[in-house]
């Protein structure tokens, strides 16, 4: 019972549940060019590594899925080699999507290649319970901080800063912590069904130093109404981590913070019943989980070293 409203968090109507994505074989890869997925499997709320390679250097790679972009970065000293991430959002609708990737070669040749990703609906967990009216019935003027805070969080994860700011691999923010809880699940609150989780509850004891899990920009740091204090990262490339239930803020907006700085700690402010962290991720506006971020870019922030990412696809 320690996360009673802060699910109303989460930036979308409704949850859908997790389930399968799926990518099938290109039938568009200019010749020359290798576009990658780091598995042929995903999730509702899970990350996709992208990976464009080409046998020339490329400049002004792009991609484009369902209407978002995919922001692409240079590997360090592998000019050939691009990455991107794709994030599935926990709503995502059940159906087929197109991913397309363009590259211009320093020729002047461009290429373009695309992929097939199917998203198959699942189920996340689901929790009943009995709880005291306030937790479930906001008066008129929590509601309206509420709604405030929301659209001002949108607006937040809606800019994209067109640079990379991290630098090297992230990190789970709490030491010692390599696991999390309740991504996904839905509460229903005396009946009344709430929005999904939109991030990984953290377990700590009231007062652990809270890290920063890349570097970034902060861009928030003050005290919501569900997430008690709050610090909200921008990493970059439409990327941020939200640190929740902090017992206190140690940065101020403004302020780029390295890998592994302290932000607060841990604490049980906001709307739950004990302390932990509540650790949330957006990439381009999709919710998913921050361990996949911590799985797929957790060494040295890039594609090397890493097992080949599945699925080539190729003309």
Known sequence: MRRMWFAMLCLGPGLLSPAGVTAKKARSCSAGATLRLSSPLSSQG????????????????????????????????????????????????????????????????????????????????????????????????????????????REIFDRVTPERLWDGGFRVPLDGVTSGSNFGKRRILNGNPGSPHGGVDLPGTMGTPVHAAQRGRVVLAEELFFAGNAVVLDHGLGI?????????????????????????????TG??????????????????????????????GSTRGRSTPAEPFRE
């Open 240 to 268: 941020y981590t939200l640190y929740g239930h902090l017992s206190e803020i140690d940065v101020k907006v403004g302020d780029t913070v390295e890998v592994g700085a302290v932000l607060g700690k841990v604490g049980a």
């Open 46 to 153: 899970s990350l996709l590594l992208v990976e464009l390679k080409s046998a020339q250097p490329l400049t002004e790679v792009k991609g484009n899925w369902d209407g978002k972009s995919v922001p692409f970065w240079q590997e360090a000293g592998r000019e050939a080699v691009h990455a991107g991430l794709l994030g599935v959002d926990l709503e995502k609708p059940p159906g087929q999507y197109e991913l397309k990737v363009s590259g211009q070669k320093t020729a002047g040749e461009k290429i373009v290649c695309s992929a097939r990703i199917a998203v198959k609906a699942g189920k996340f967990a689901t929790e009943r319970l009995r709880v005291r009216k306030e937790f479930v019935e906001p008066n008129p003027e929590q509601v309206k901080r509420a709604n405030e805070e929301r659209d001002r969080l």
């Open 271 to 300: 709307r739950v019943t004990g302390p932990h962290l509540h650790w949330g991720l957006t990439v381009e506006r999709a919710r998913v989980s921050p361990l996949q971020l911590v799985r797929l870019l957790g060494s040295g």
